[in-house]
């Protein structure tokens, strides 16, 4: 197993590990109650697949799916399902946070002071000053932590997805696109959320509320799965000979980002916000734009569904006249390419090395 490959895989599922505890950590500090740390028994699958995919995968990645992106949602996500129902009623204000912070660094200078005085260790120094530094978090108000969970754990995804070793199935390239595909993806799941919750009267709604992190949450699925970038491979049998089998074959990557678009992503979050306005009538400027972008996405996508399906039935239409064998239309192409390939070499040979024409006897007059 290469070094950097067992770092890599190790220092990931760390940082999944330590952000999950963190949201624990918030968790019973609102809640007030120990029972809450049972949550970071969660942490307890993440530490088995990493010994598994350490066994079985050398540390690589899986095919399609990532197992550790899966089981850190899983973790994570229990903890700011309960922060954001909590909510609570402590409002961040200018005055208070100043006078929070001022408190905060008094005590630190008087707990630096008095070790040094008393104890005179650095040991218990140490120690007094990572007890003055959480009191200190502690005073953070509960509205910026909870923001400041969501930011993170959105963060840490794209960031742990491009750390995690790849596959042999997944190019560095397909990884490139799928990254700069989640950036776009996490900025617009962090703007549902964060949007919508912040409305004073959706906080007043508990069945709204989880209505809202119950879509959040299914929006969030679409990051443990690969297939934005990669093909699915199939073979010339009966049944990828099938129309929708080939049409599966041939834009298997496309047909997932409409998928994604109309049934995870910008299709709820469009049934959400009119529901918002049409239902609970509840207008902002923010609100009526987001909806928007959302009809367009949605439209767009239909769109290119539409040229992607008139576009493959021409193709199918045009080999069944010239009498073609309509098989997998993946694997075709490539043999197509290599054969182009060929003929334009053949064809540059031939140019460079006209044929010598034969001498023909001029006919007996």
Same mark, same amino acid.
């Given at each position: 197993m290469e070094l950097m490959v067992l770092l890599n895989a190790l220092v990931t599922r760390l940082l999944f590990v330590l952000h999950s505890l963190i949201g624990v950590w918030r968790v019973t500090a609102v809640k007030k109650e120990p029972k809450y740390w049972l949550l970071a028994l969660l942490n307890l699958l993440l530490c088995l697949e990493t010994g598994l995919t350490l066994k079985f995968k050398q540390g690589r990645g899986y095919k399609w799916f990532s197992p550790a992106i899966f089981l850190y949602l899983i973790c994570t996500v229990p903890s700011l399902w309960l922060l954001e129902i909590h909510h609570g009623t402590q409002y961040c204000g200018n005055e208070s946070g100043v006078i929070q912070v001022n408190v905060s660094n008094q005590d630190f200078n008087q707990t630096r002071d008095s070790s040094h005085g008393s104890e005179g260790t650095d040991h218990h120094h140490i120690i007094e000053t990572a007890k003055v530094f959480v009191n200190q978090l502690s005073t953070i108000c509960e509205t910026v932590w909870t923001?400041? #969970?969501?930011?993170?754990?959105?963060?840490?995804?794209?960031?742990? %997805?491009? #750390?995690?070793?790849i596959g042999v199935e997944i190019t560095r390239d397909q990884l490139s696109q799928l990254l700069l595909m989640f950036v776009g993806t996490a900025a617009d799941i #962090?703007?549902?959320?964060?949007?919508? #919750?912040?409305?004073?009267?959706? %906080?007043?709604?508990? /069945?709204?509320?989880?209505? !809202?992190? =119950?879509?959040?949450?299914?929006?969030?699925?679409?990051?443990?799965?690969?297939?934005?970038?990669?093909h699915i491979g199939c073979?010339?049998? /009966?049944?990828?000979?099938? !129309?929708?089998?080939?049409?599966?074959? %041939?834009?298997? =990557?496309?047909?997932?980002?409409?998928?994604?678009?109309?049934?995870?992503?910008?299709?709820?979050?469009f049934i959400v916000r009119s529901i918002l306005m049409g239902h609970f009538r509840i207008f902002n400027q923010m609100l009526v734009f987001f909806t928007a972008k959302n009809v367009l996405v949605v439209t767009l996508q239909l769109y290119r569904l539409a040229v992607i399906t008139l576009d493959f039935r021409a193709t199918i239409l045009q080999k069944s006249r010239k009498g073609e064998v309509t098989c997998c239309p993946c694997e075709p192409y490539e043999a197509n390419t290599h054969a182009t390939t060929d003929q334009d070499t053949e064809m540059k040979d031939f140019v460079a090395f006209p044929p010598k024409e034969e001498s023909q006897t001029p006919p007996d007059q």
């Open positions: 923001l400041a #969970l969501h930011q993170t754990f959105l963060l840490l995804l794209v960031v742990g %997805r491009w #750390l995690l070793p #962090l703007e549902f959320a964060s949007e919508t #919750l912040d409305i004073e009267d959706v %906080r007043k709604n508990y /069945a709204l509320i989880n209505a !809202i992190l =119950a879509v959040w949450t299914w929006s969030m699925l679409q990051f443990p799965l690969d297939l934005a970038v990669q073979k010339p049998t /009966a049944s990828t000979r099938r !129309i929708p089998s080939l049409l599966l074959c %041939r834009y298997s =990557a496309e047909l997932w980002n409409i998928g994604v678009s109309l049934f995870i992503q910008d299709g709820p979050f």
